[in-house]
C-alpha cells in the first residue's frame, strides 16, 4: 500500500499526529504480477448451464481473462485464472451405484446434484471412473425442465410442467419396470422445489404459441394458449421418475414428458397433480403431503415374489411437524399404469436428516439431529404394497455424535453403520463407524467411532454409500471454512497449481480395510 501526502495537525494544546488517506489498488496493479492480466482484459465469471441441451463436461468453472488486444479472434483470446474444476458437480447430496449394466457410468454413480447449474436448478448426474477418451466424465442425465400436458383435449390449452428442482435424494431400483415390458432401471428423485427462494404470491404466465393441426378439411393453423408458473418459487416438492438409459421412451400417454426422441426423460409420479393442480402456491399443503423430501430407500422386506420392489419410503424433514417417514406404493412391473399410491404415513420423527436400508437387519436406519446427533434402527412391519407398513420398534443405536450429522450408509457384509457429519463453525467435517457386535443374548450394540482420515478433504459432507469394501462420500467445499482452508482452494500461478485434494467437488472412495483414501478418481 502506499501512503498519500500527511500534514500537522493545528492546535497547541495536542500532539503533532499525522493524517493518512489509503491509496485504492487498481484490480490489474494486484492480479496482473501472478495472471498476466493487463489493463483493458475483460474477466468473465463463467460456469455451466443446462438452458439449451446438456453442456460438454469439460466446461470450466472459474474466472476467465479475454484479451483486449484479441477480442476479434474466435480462439485462443481466452485465459483462466480462478478455478481450475471442469464438470457439472457442484453441491453433491445423494449417491447412489450405477448397477444398469452397459451404461456410460457402469461401475460408478448416479448423483443428486442440488445446485448443478445454478441455485433452484440441480441436476441428476452419472459419474464414473475418467478414461484417457473421457477424462472428465460426468453426464447430465436428467435436468430442470418443463413438459407439455393438454387438460382437455376439446381446448386449445396447455400446462408447462415442471420437473426436477433442486433434487435432494433418489433410489435406483433396478427391477422397476414403469408403464412398459422393457427390463430396465429407473431412477426415483426427490425435489425439494423452491429451494428456499423468497416466496412469491403464486400467479400463472400466459403466453400464446401457433401451431398447425390437421382436420377433415385439410391443414389449420390454431392459436394455443400455454399456462405456466409465474416464478420459479412456485414449485412445491415432488418425485420425479427418471430413466437414465433411453431418453426417447414413453411413459404414460397423459402426461408423457417425452413427446419425441431426445426429449426429457422425466415423468412426476408424486405431485404437484399436472393436470389438476401443476402450479401450487409455495409452501401449499399438497395431496401427498410431501413438505422436505431428504431420504429414499426401499426394502427387500416390501417386494412382489419377482423380487420388485413394492413400496418406495420417503424420508421427509419437516413433515407432521418434526419428521416423518412416508410410505408410497409402486406400480406393478409391466403394467402400463405408473400412478405411486399413499403416501402413508409410517411413523413421526425428530428432526432427521437421512435414512438408510440395513440387508443386514432388514431394519431401516435413521440418523437424526435430536439427542446431540443420534442414529435409530426401526423394525418395520406391514403386507408389501398395501400401505398398511408401520415401525413395531425404535431402538436409539448411538447419539452425541454433533449436531451437524448429515449422511447415512450401512456395510452390507457386517451391518456397521457409518455416519458422516458436515463442517460448522467450530468443528470440522468427520465420518462415524457405529461398530456392530453381538452382546451375547442374541441382540447386538453399536461401539461409535470416528475414521481416521485424511485432512482438508471432507467438508459439505454429504450422501453416503458403501459396499463392502469401499466407503464413499459426497463432499464439497462448506460455507465454514476457515481462511486457512479457503487458501487451499485457490489456484497460486501456473507452474505451480493448487493442491486438487484439498476439499474437492465429488465423491471421496475410504477404503475400509486400510483406510486409504482417493481424493482424485470421482471429483
Known amino acids: 500500500m502506499m501512503r498519500a501526502n500527511s500534514n500537522p495537525r493545528r492546535g497547541s494544546n495536542f500532539h503533532t499526529r499525522r493524517q493518512s488517506r489509503p491509496y485504492l489498488e487498481r484490480l490489474e496493479d494486484r492480479l496482473a504480477p501472478t495472471t498476466g492480466i493487463q489493463p483493458g482484459d ?31 479472434n474466435q480462439s485462443g483470446n481466452e485465459s483462466p485464472i480462478a478455478g481450475d474444476r471442469t464438470g457439472f458437480i457442484a453441491m453433491p447430496d445423494y449417491i447412489v451405484p450405477d448397477t444398469l449394466p452397459n451404461t456410460p457410468s457402469d461401475g460408478g454413480f448416479y448423483v443428486a446434484d442440488h445446485t448443478a447449474f445454478g441455485r433452484g436448478e440441480g441436476a441428476v448426474l452419472q ?83 401457433q401451431e398447425t393441426i390437421q382436420t377433415s378439411n385439410g391443414p389449420q393453423t390454431i392459436t394455443v394458449t400455454v399456462n405456466q408458473s409465474a416464478n420459479p418459487s412456485d414449485r412445491n416438492p ?8 433411453n431418453p426417447s421412451q414413453n411413459y404414460h400417454n397423459e402426461s408423457d414428458p417425452i413427446k419425441m426422441p431426445g426429449g426429457p426423460n422425466q415423468q412426476v409420479v408424486v405431485y404437484p397433480d399436472p393436470v389438476a393442480d401443476p402450479f401450487p402456491l409455495p409452501n401449499q399443503s399438497s395431496q401427498d403431503a410431501l413438505v422436505d423430501p431428504i431420504g429414499m430407500a426401499v426394502s427387500r422386506q416390501f417386494q412382489d415374489n419377482n423380487g420388485a420392489p413394492t413400496d418406495l419410503f420417503v424420508l421427509d424433514g419437516r413433515a407432521g411437524g418434526t419428521g416423518e417417514i412416508l410410505d408410497f406404493t409402486l406400480p406393478t412391473p409391466g403394467s402400463t399404469n405408473t400412478t405411486i399410491g399413499g403416501p402413508h404415513v409410517v411413523v413421526g420423527l425428530g428432526s432427521p436428516v437421512d435414512m438408510a436400508y440395513d440387508p443386514v437387519t432388514g431394519d431401516l436406519m435413521v440418523v437424526e439431529q435430536a439427542n446431540g446427533g443420534s442414529v435409530l434402527s426401526l423394525t418395520l412391519s406391514g403386507n408389501p404394497g398395501a400401505g398398511n407398513v408401520g415401525a413395531t420398534s425404535i431402538t436409539q443405536l448411538a447419539s452425541n455424535l454433533g449436531s451437524a450429522v448429515d449422511g447415512i450408509a450401512v456395510n452390507p457384509l457386517n451391518g456397521n453403520i457409518y455416519v458422516d457429519t458436515a463442517e460448522t463453525p467450530t468443528a470440522p467435517a468427520q465420518v462415524w463407524q457405529l461398530q456392530r457386535t453381538s452382546d451375547g443374548q442374541g441382540g447386538f450394540t453399536y461401539t461409535p467411532s470416528t475414521l481416521s482420515l485424511q485432512g482438508e478433504v471432507l467438508s459439505n459432507a454429504k450422501g453416503m454409500y458403501c459396499d463392502g469394501n469401499m466407503l464413499y462420500v459426497a463432499t464439497s467445499p462448506s460455507p465454514y471454512l476457515t481462511r486457512s482452508e479457503a487458501l487451499a482452494l485457490s489456484t497460486a500461478t501456473a507452474a505451480q497449481p493448487r493442491d486438487s485434494s484439498k476439499f474437492p467437488t465429488g465423491i471421496v472412495s475410504y477404503r475400509l480395510s486400510d483406510a486409504q483414501m482417493d481424493t482424485a478418481t470421482l471429483t
Not at 474477466?43 to 484479441?70: E, K, M, Q, R, Y
Not at 381446448?155 to 431400483?173: D, G, N, R, S, W
Not at 415432488?238 to 438409459?245: E, F, K, L, Q
Open 127 to 209: 459419474v464414473s471412473p475418467p478414461t484417457s477418451m473421457a477424462p472428465d466424465n460426468e453426464t447430465a442425465i436428467a435436468t430442470d425442465t418443463t413438459y407439455s400436458v393438454q387438460a382437455d383435449p376439446t381446448q386449445y390449452t396447455e400446462k408447462a410442467v415442471p420437473t426436477l428442482t433442486a433434487p435432494t435424494a433418489m433410489v435406483f431400483i433396478s427391477t422397476y419396470v414403469g408403464g412398459n415390458t422393457q427390463s430396465q432401471g429407473m431412477l426415483f428423485v426427490a425435489s425439494s422445489g423452491s429451494d428456499n427462494f423468497p416466496n412469491s404470491m403464486g400467479g400463472i404466465t400466459q403466453t400464446m404459441k
Open 42 to 72: 475483460v474477466l468473465v465469471a463463467s460456469s455451466a448451464n443446462a438452458l439449451n441441451g446438456f453442456p460438454s463436461p469439460t466446461t470450466a468453472t472459474g474466472l476467465i481473462a479475454v484479451d483486449h488486444t484479441n477480442f476479434d
Open 238 to 245: 415432488n418425485i420425479v421418475m427418471v430413466d437414465p438409459s
